[in-house]
């Protein structure tokens, strides 16, 4: 809503990573773990990571020949941490502190985009429509999707209360609406695969490759 704030503005870096790898959520692992799978199946040179956070599975990017990372985050303190948690051991970082949809790379320039557990809280058309752009021929662009989970909260409560913030804000995405999307892009689906937690949370993983020619 135009005027609200952003509540990820708001939220600190130690209560997201904290509620995160908490053992009610488990989810900083299982992104972190999606990120290393995607960075050894594509060997990308060049990876943008959308909603960076403070730099989850980044550790998963040392000892690649990565020439560019991008990080990119709303919250000016995630991008910090992430600089000063990787600046020298990931190669090639650039942080950029912005929203999403106001963010531009060059067409044609990435890789590997990573967009895991972030088109829930952003306009997804824009953003699917942008990391698009940026691919390279034979480029991926990852997406991971929270799923409706029936009797379970979109926000799993924690203790870290400032994350009840995103209650209302998160706005799930329809796996079919975006496959939709991502074909009129002139992408392909390269991997598809369901996710549930033991926590009984279901995720989507779907990777989505431009064609190395049209």
Known sequence: ????????????????????????????????????????????????????SAGNGFEHLRGHFLGRVVAVDINPEYIETTRERYTGSVPGLETICADIAAVELEPGSIDLVSCALVIEYVDAETVVSKAARWLRPGGVLSVVLQLPSEGLDEVTPTEYESLRLLEGFMRLVDPGALDLLAGRLGLETATDRAIRMETGKEFRLVEYRRPLSA
Not at 3 to 12: E, Q, R
Not at 47 to 52: F, I, P, R, T
């Open 1 to 52: 809503m135009t005027g609200t704030p952003n509540p990820w503005l708001s939220i600190p870096a130690a209560d997201y990573e904290a509620h995160m790898a908490s053992r009610a959520v488990a989810q900083a692992q299982l992104l972190s773990g999606i990120l290393r799978e995607s960075v050894e199946r594509w060997e990308p040179v060049s990876v943008a990571v959308l909603g960076c």
